[in-house]
């Protein structure tokens, strides 16, 4: 079975910063994309940035030149570093990996439980 346990949520004044992490353990092969999905009440999960196993990121336009998105393939790890922190900003944030556990098999898509980001204004 694979995990993927997330870390670093919490309130933050706006303009502040706060640095996500997510860990996958378990069986696994291999790891293509990873990245980092939010839901705020009300709304649907968005894509909020994803890097590619080579290390090419891809960002949503509300947090270009804000947040930025790095992986250590040898950990299983991704890590979403967040700065000038807004208001709207504010979700349950979460891990997703693309994956294979036996390299005979496809790829299977997992999900963190989601940690909570709340930014104050």
């Known amino acids: 079975q694979v995990q993927l346990v997330e870390s670093g949520g919490g309130l933050v004044q706006a303009g502040g910063s706060l640095r996500l992490s997510c860990a996958a353990s378990?069986?696994?092969?291999?790891?293509?994309?990873m990245g980092w999905y939010r839901q705020a009440p009300g709304k649907q999960r968005e894509l909020v940035a994803r890097?590619?196993?080579?290390?090419?990121?891809d960002y949503a336009d509300s947090v270009k030149g804000r947040f930025t998105i790095s992986r250590d393939n040898a950990k299983n790890t991704v890590s979403l570093q967040m700065n000038s922190l807004k208001p709207e900003d504010s979700a349950v944030y979460y891990c997703?990996?693309?994956?294979?556990?036996?390299?005979?098999?496809?790829?299977?898509?997992?999900w963190g439980q989601g940690t909570q980001v709340t930014v104050s204004s």
């Open positions: 378990g069986s696994i092969f291999s790891i293509n994309a």
């Open positions: 890097i590619t196993r080579g290390g090419i990121p």
């Open positions: 997703n990996a693309i994956l294979k556990v036996v390299a005979a098999m496809g790829w299977l898509e997992r």
